[in-house]
């Protein structure tokens, strides 16, 4: 089975300009998770999705942020406009809630604003 | 709330010898416990997990952790240290079975020494 797949890998992008990450979930899977991982504050959960409805986006650090799950297979993390303070690996992960906590991650998205 | 500390930013140990990286928890309930490892440009991967039952937990790589609730600790070791181990590892603690994420520690980077 194909794990949770993020795109882009990399990113590499101008201040102001608007970022979207994207993120498959594993098929089945009906929690949603994305976490930011920067060296001075590690991983962050900034939003999740249960049965692709928000739950919790206290972590979203502010209103340039925002996240969408339309259908259970797919979401997004926007950031516009975006700063060099965002430079990140963002990573997406899936849980199904029948199971005992396990998230499986994503491989990441790197991304640098200049 | 909850909250997970490692103590250790870096543990350096030589080849062949004994692994220990240590996470201490903080829960308000019987907390769910994992280790993650994360090799360089690659997502988080599970090494092993806590839920309810045996509190010696045996994951891949010849990873093993134990709850010790007394101590509200959760430490990985490792009888011999391999060059492959070298990574960084991150201890996570969830209350609710994953529903609402995991918190994780700032991680450990662990360094082999030849």
């Known amino acids: 089975d194909a794990g949770v797949i993020q795109s882009p890998r990399h990113e590499v992008t101008e201040m102001g300009q608007e970022v979207t990450l994207r993120c498959k979930p594993i098929?089945?899977?009906?929690?949603l998770f994305w976490y930011r991982q920067t060296m001075m504050r590690g991983l962050e959960l900034l939003i999740y999705?249960?049965?692709?409805?928000?739950?919790?986006d206290s972590g979203m650090p502010e209103d340039r942020f925002s996240a969408k799950m339309p259908n259970a297979s797919f979401s997004t993390l926007k950031i516009q406009p975006s700063e060099p303070r965002d430079s990140a690996v963002y990573f997406c992960?899936?849980?199904?809630?029948?199971?005992?906590?396990?998230?499986?991650f994503g491989e990441g998205s790197r991304l640098t604003v200049l | 709330a909850q909250s997970v500390t490692q103590l250790g930013s870096h543990v350096s140990v030589s080849e062949g010898a004994l692994v220990l990286l240590r996470c201490n928890y903080s829960?308000?309930?019987?907390?769910?416990l994992f280790w993650y490892v994360q090799y360089p440009n690659q997502g988080l991967q599970l090494l092993l997990k806590y839920t309810t039952g045996a509190t010696l937990v045996k994951g891949i790589n010849g990873f093993e952790a134990e709850f010790k609730k007394s101590e509200t600790s959760f430490h990985l070791t490792k009888p011999s240290a391999h060059m492959s181990d070298a990574a960084e590892y991150f201890c996570?603690?969830?209350?609710?079975?994953?529903?609402?994420?995991?918190?994780f520690g700032k991680g450990t980077h662990l360094i082999i020494q030849p």
């Open positions: 098929s089945g899977h009906n929690s």
């Open positions: 996570a603690v969830t209350q609710q079975g994953g529903a609402d994420g995991l918190t």
């Open positions: 999705f249960n049965n692709n409805v928000p739950i919790d």
């Open positions: 829960s308000s309930v019987p907390p769910y």
């Open positions: 992960a899936s849980i199904s809630l029948a199971y005992t906590g396990e998230l499986f």
